[in-house]
């Protein structure tokens, strides 16, 4: 049933004052759905709607609705309905949900959570915001490695319900050092008397509750994990990272990458929840710099405007000349940006980076030269001696081009900025003052 439909059903239902109907309705439907549903309603009718929710139904929804909503129906909630769905919400959500909330709000969760949360809350969010250790849960079972598999499913039985995951489970000794890992799977397929120190993985990767959250997440994609185990300095198993929550990062980070690759200050809110002053607030500052910063371009122009005048054809090759060197600027970084963000590559590889891309470069340029030449000369009109100048130029540029696109992020990268922020429109207006410098100085050489 599309979201249109469901919500036309619901308020049919809420018109009628059909709420048993309306509450068999809604526990049919899976709680993502429920919180687009959840957006569509007005402040009267959604904390009714979210009042006939199952109270994990409810939480589930909650936690998949928009800041927005949330915050609209947290202002409706009794301090009783909220702290009954907190006590259904994962530890993790609730952190995200503080943060994202005004002081007044956050404070108020805080007050209706009970003390063992605000403890794990607190120690969450004092750890830096870009860590794996921002984005763990501590709700993980924890297997002494001396149980039996019996015992194991005792204990599972007894704490599963209040943890995120059952399916993975840590196995760590007295002080909760990490010592191994073991899966439902180890479990069910072993005998009841079986020691978990027998079936257990020692080989177990982890990371660190300091390290980058980026990092962790290519740990998922690497090792195709469902949970990943988050240790202190002292290899003490202190939380887990789960997959949806690494699902949900790694699209952050894709989208903050190509909105500082675009020059746009990043946004964590949807498009159309982004007011027009605010969009306008994200992309001023770069459009401004990079307006002043094309300047050089002009004035290189404006420098050689006598040569210019005496050989004019040569004003009609600009674009295309920056236009191309521009591109092949903007390919290269890209590509280096997202394999540094990958780490299939790291700044000890720039010899190597060169060297590639040297070559790529060299058979780019000819290949873009010669067709160039010829174009110009059948197609365009013009003489042989300035499609010379042309087709050599853009040679060069697509050369130069390529050696600062590769190098550029590189070098942001080793001094500790973000890459990202060199990409495509900074690279492209430092490339075309290259080009035209190129352009210029070949021209000078050749024919003027």
Do not use: H
């Amino acid at each position: 049933m599309e979201i249109q439909e469901l919500f036309e059903e619901v308020i049919g239902l809420l018109e009628k004052c059909d709420y048993q109907s309306l509450r068999s309705l809604l526990d049919e439907k899976e709680p993502y759905d429920l919180a687009l549903l959840c957006e569509e309603l007005s402040d009267k009718t959604l904390p009714i709607v979210f009042r006939l929710m199952s109270r994990d139904t409810a939480a589930e929804c909650f936690s998949n609705m928009e800041s927005d909503v949330q915050e609209a129906l947290l202002k409706r909630l009794s301090d009783s309905e909220l702290k009954a769905m907190l006590d259904e919400l994962y530890i993790d959500d609730t952190v995200d949900l503080i943060e994202e909330m005004p002081a007044n709000v956050a404070t108020r969760i805080l007050a209706n959570s009970s003390a063992e949360s605000r403890e794990y809350i607190n120690q969450i969010l004092n750890y830096p915001k870009d860590s794996a250790g921002s984005i763990m849960t501590v709700e993980y079972v924890r297997l002494d490695k001396n149980m039996s598999v019996a015992d194991a499913f005792t204990r599972i039985r007894r704490v599963g319900t209040e943890k995120e995951t059952i399916y993975t489970c840590y196995v760590t000794d007295s002080d909760r050092t990490l010592v191994g890992v073991v899966t439902a799977m180890d479990l069910m397929l072993s005998d009841t008397d079986t020691l978990i120190s027998e079936i257990m993985e020692t080989n177990v990767i982890s990371v660190t509750t300091d390290e980058d959250k980026e990092s962790a997440v290519l740990k998922f994609s690497n090792y195709d994990f469902l949970a990943l185990p988050v240790v202190d300095k002292g290899n003490r198993l202190v939380g887990i990272v789960t997959v949806d929550d690494a699902i949900d990062v790694a699209l952050e980070e894709a989208t903050e990458d190509v909105e500082k690759m675009a020059a746009i200050t990043p946004s964590d809110k949807p498009y159309l929840k982004v007011g027009v002053f605010e969009t306008w607030r994200a992309r001023i500052p770069w459009l401004m710099i990079l307006m002043l910063s094309a300047t050089f371009t002009t004035a290189i122009i404006s420098s050689f405007e006598s040569q210019l005048s005496a050989n004019a054809i040569l004003v009609a090759f600009i674009p295309m000349l920056m236009g191309t060197a521009g591109n092949a600027g903007g390919q290269t970084s890209v590509t280096i940006i997202r394999a540094l963000s990958l780490e299939d590559i790291t700044t000890g590889d720039i010899l190597r980076i060169l060297w590639k891309e040297f070559r790529v470069s060299v058979l780019c340029g000819v290949s873009l030269g010669v067709v160039c030449l010829f174009k110009s000369v059948y197609i365009d009109g013009t003489n042989w001696e300035t499609a010379f100048v042309v087709s050599i130029t853009l040679a060069i540029a697509v050369l130069v081009a390529k050696a600062v696109g590769c190098c550029f992020p590189l070098l942001i990268k080793k001094i500790g900025f973000d890459p990202a922020v060199v990409a495509s429109p900074f690279i492209t207006t430092v490339v075309d003052a290259l080009a035209l410098l190129l352009y210029f100085a070949v021209a000078n050489a050749m024919i003027l």
